[in-house]
């Protein structure tokens, strides 16, 4: 085997503090300040400051924005993790991955991009500020597209003044 086992998303049970059962069905966007395990099925996004974990027959149909997640389910949507990316032998994922870090399984189903060129500036606790580096980029494109106009405006001749025919 190619891949250690350190590779995988360690998540106590003890930190999961919202669960979704088998039996339930979300419509809407799931919002949760900590992890949470799905068992059921979300119609629409899940935003989660911790991690997401998909189990087998959890189902997500909508975009996912989280710490980490642990796909064994199907999501169908894209996933934007701030940190990584677990993708199970019977995960399933339909749509773009933006992410840090990603362990796709060879027995996984995934369609679609991914991204993995994530502004790479820790702060103290170690996670990538994703929103920072999107603000700093956009700062950037701005004052770039400034400086485009002055030089735009500069390089044209002013229009002459108009004689009055006396």
Do not use: W
């Not at 068992?39 to 710490?67: F, H, P, R, W, Y």
């Not at 993708?87 to 991914?114: H, M, W």
């Amino acid at each position: 085997m190619f891949f250690k086992d350190d590779n995988k998303i360690r998540v106590s049970q003890t930190s999961i503090t919202t669960f979704i059962g088998a039996d339930t069905t979300i419509e809407g966007t799931l919002i949760t300040h900590s992890s949470v395990r799905i068992d059921g099925k979300i119609a629409g996004g899940v935003v989660a400051d911790g991690t997401v974990v998909l189990s087998a027959d959890g189902e997500i149909q909508g975009n996912v924005m989280a710490e980490n997640i642990v796909v064994a389910g199907v999501v169908d949507g894209n996933l934007n993790i701030r940190d990584k990316t677990n993708i199970e032998p019977t995960g399933e994922v339909y749509g773009d991955v933006n992410t840090a870090r990603i362990l796709i399984d060879e027995q996984s189903v995934f369609q679609g991009k991914c991204n993995m060129n994530i502004d790479r500036t820790k702060n103290k606790k170690g996670r990538f500020r994703i929103k920072e580096a999107v603000e700093k980029k956009q700062e950037v494109a701005k004052e770039q597209a400034e400086i485009t106009a002055d030089a735009r405006s500069e390089s044209k001749p002013e229009p002459e003044p108009e004689k009055s025919k006396e």
